[in-house]
């Protein structure tokens, strides 16, 4: 089936992708699918209040999906004029800007961050920081883009500036908060933090190379950048849940805390109608069924906890 979505979607740019480099983009939306539902159906072998990672991941997969079917259609550019002629292009010729991809940025960012940090212990405010940052770094870049002057590269440097903070903070406190939880946590987040900052090292080359200088394609610049994103996204959520999948999750203590999670999934794996169950204290705690000020009070009881199921 011939691909037509430039015919459809005619290009708003003198500078634009062709039909190769959105057959590019169509393989990358299937790599995202696919891997999306793969995930979706693997966090289902896990109990309710323990699927966080997995549905973070479905998040980040999801998200870029949509942006990869929207670049592949050739939806979702502006025309933005060049500050640097190249590739026999004289400067000030307009080429497409993608803001898709920063929306999915947006969104997956964070999430990437937080399937990191999440299962380092790092505290909340360190966690809103990062975030916070993180959110710099995008929309300093989507505002640079737009800017067709040499000005784009102080929003550029901004953004750089919010990439070092966050590789400040996965190297130095989230690294020694996972140490505190136990070697095994460290060695994860070490190994999954390493990979995805080494990947994001990328981005800001390929922004230079592409919306700033004028350098690259949009046909190049498309395989620059789903390269990156299918080793950062599809790659990195499934490598980085394998890794979790040996750790003992309620450790985290991410559970919500309400007992009907964690009743209705032993209720569908047993078959058992709903009932009024008692359940020890030490068992529901370990079962990550309270909060962590819940499990610290839960140890000094020595009443059971009595977990009324709804029929």
Known sequence: MANDAIKVNQPNAVQHITSRGSDWLWAVFAIM????????IWQFKLP?????FHQLAMFILTTAAI??????????????MTEFGHMGYAAGTSRQFWYVRYIDWVVTTPALLLTLVLASGLPLSDIIALCYFDLVMIITGLVGGLVPSTYKWGFYTFGCAALFYI???????ARTSAGVIGNDYKRTFTTSAIFLSFLWLLYPIAW????????ISPDSEMIFYGILDVLAKPVYTIFHLAMLSKLDLTLLQLSSGKFTSSATY????????????????????????????SQQSADAR???ITAVTAN
């Open 67 to 80: 942006a990869y079917f929207s670049m592949a259609s050739n939806l979702g550019s502006t025309p933005v």
């Open 167 to 173: 590789w400040w903070v996965l190297a130095g406190p």
């Open 266 to 293: 032993d209720r569908e794996k047993t078959g058992n109608q709903g009932s009024i169950g008692t359940i020890p204290a030490q068992t529901a705690a370990k079962k990550g069924m309270f909060s962590r000020r």
């Open 302 to 304: 020595t009443s059971d």
């Open 48 to 52: 309710r209040g323990q699927r966080v």
């Open 33 to 40: 699918t696919f891997t999306d539902i793969v995930v979706f």
């Open 208 to 215: 230079g190379l592409a919306d700033g200088a004028n350098v």
